[in-house]
């Protein structure tokens, strides 16, 4: 009778094993040639290819990805929302878990999809090289569990984005140099094209062929560098799902505000008729996608991408070409903070008996991090180019971080000094208003600014 259990249990144990995969890819960085709004240049992309590759695995598998950097400047990958358990040397940010990758140098990294179902994303996260150097990550449940919704009938990936007609590199450099904001972008794209409302890009515009009456899953992921986006679809609602990975009550929307970095799994349910029906009057619809830029004085590029759904013809099975230009969806105005607000208040864990919402209920510290983008004095003989003549610098507590020459990790691993401070101000010294109006000026005429000489590396 032990002999049996002892089989049984390792037929389960085996049965786990068999169920997670080991699976291999190959990314090469180099320089690749790309045409967009009239002009060509050339941009940093994986195996050639812009948006990059689709990485699709299940949880719990184990990824390596042999990444042979072949531009001419450093680089590392990122694993958007992938957790790493004990694994922190393959999380990819620059100069805190990893050094740089070298020209001519190759990295293999570790990617072990612990807890993670859903949509994530890999990115560069060197400089702004994720400007184009990023791709999808369609992560699915074990053998033997399934999504917690109707299997959708076909699944499109949808990556939003920034599209700038000069090189990005030099464009966070000359940023960095003067102080001021970066330059805005040119244009936004979806999977990596302007769409039609751009000059020179109405032939490249993003398509998306669907049948009526049938459900898709959008994995849509943003990203832009640094802009929140509206997007939504004309005629179509949108179910939510799912955002970073995890699940969450479904709502039915007409928009979405989606962050950079931000991930969703929205269900979009073909429900419009297609030509060859007597009431159906065109058989394309817009999607689009358009910024949210509430901040007063801050320039922001203000157009809009599209993409087009275009419905088969139910008898042919081809799309025949529509007389009316495609309809474009109602999004919020660039500066509507209570729609954002709105579609955010709407995101709740499922919180289910499949997938329990695993919160902490008992407190030990509280912690007050207090987010802002501070305005730094220069010299007079060298004024910067950033409000009131200063430069611009984003904090935590009014601690800036500085890129050391030896990352983080390796540092504390190895317990070299003088890398990085071991303080980090939970209280304040003197107390600003960070959500009134004149908050920068009062910022910068401060001399009450809390220290940061032990808080960065």
């Known amino acids: ?65 042999d990444v042979y950097n072949s531009a001419g400047s450093n680089i590392t990958i990122h694993w958007h929302g992938v957790d790493q358990p004990r694994n922190p040397w393959s999380d990819g ?35 702004w090289d994720r400007a184009t150097v ?22 499109i990936p949808i990556i939003l984005g920034e599209w700038w007609k000069a090189d990005v590199d030099q ?48 994995r849509l992921i943003n990203g832009a560098i640094n802009n929140e986006l509206f997007f939504g679809i004309a005629g179509h609602k949108l179910r939510v799902v799912r955002t970073d990975g995890g699940y969450i009550k479904p709502f039915d929307t007409n928009y979405v505000m989606i962050t950079p970095g931000q991930t969703m799994d929205l269900l979009l349910f073909a429900n419009q008729q297609s030509l060859n029906k007597s009431s159906a009057k065109n058989n394309r619809y817009y999607m689009a996608t358009r910024p949210y830029a509430s901040a007063d004085g801050v320039e922001y590029d203000n157009s809009s991408a599209t993409a087009i759904i275009l419905y088969k013809n139910q008898r042919s099975k081809l799309s025949p070409p529509s007389t009316s230009s495609p309809l474009f969806p109602v999004l919020p105005a660039d500066n509507d903070t209570n729609a954002a607000t709105a579609f955010t208040a709407k995101l709740r864990s499922l919180d289910s008996k499949d997938h329990p919402a695993d919160v902490p209920k008992d407190i030990d510290e509280r912690v007050i991090i207090t987010i802002a983008m501070n305005i730094l004095p220069c010299n007079d003989s060298d004024p910067c180019s ?41 209280s304040h010294r003197s107390t600003h208003n960070f959500t009134g109006e004149d908050s920068a000026k009062a910022l910068a005429d401060s001399k009450e600014a809390d220290g940061g000489e032990d808080g960065g590396v």
Not at 25 to 43: G, M
Not at 134 to 155: L, N, T, V
Not at 195 to 200: F, M, Q, R, S, T
């Open 1 to 65: 009778m032990k002999m049996l259990v002892l089989l049984f249990l390792y037929g389960l144990l085996g049965s786990c094993l068999v169920s997670a995969k080991t699976l291999h890819h190959k990314f090469v960085i180099k320089e690749t040639k790309y045409t967009r709004l009239c002009s060509t240049k050339d941009i940093l992309t994986v195996n050639g290819q812009f948006p990059g590759p689709t990485i699709y695995a299940s949880k719990g598998d184990t990824i390596f990805v």
């Open 93 to 127: 940010p620059e100069y805190i878990t990893q050094c740089p990758i070298r020209p001519g140098g190759k990295f293999t990294y570790k990617i072990i999809l612990s807890e993670e179902v859903g949509t994530l994303w890999w990115h560069a996260h060197s400089a």
């Open 134 to 155: 990023h791709g999808a990550i369609f992560i699915y449940p074990e053998k033997g569990s399934s999504f917690p919704y109707s299997a959708p009938y076909k699944e």
């Open 171 to 218: 464009v966070i450099a000359e940023a960095l140099r003067t102080g001021a904001d970066p330059n805005i972008s040119d244009a936004y794209t979806i999977n990596g094209q302007p769409g039609d409302l751009y000059n020179c890009s109405k032939q490249g515009t993003f398509k998306v062929l669907v049948e009526h009456g049938k459900t898709y899953l959008l």
């Open 386 to 426: 950033g409000p009131f003549s200063g430069r611009l610098a984003s904090s935590l507590n009014n601690i800036s971080f500085q890129s050391p020459v030896i990352d983080i990790l390796d540092a504390y691993y190895h317990q070299i000094p003088n890398v990085y401070g071991k303080s980090f101000h939970l």
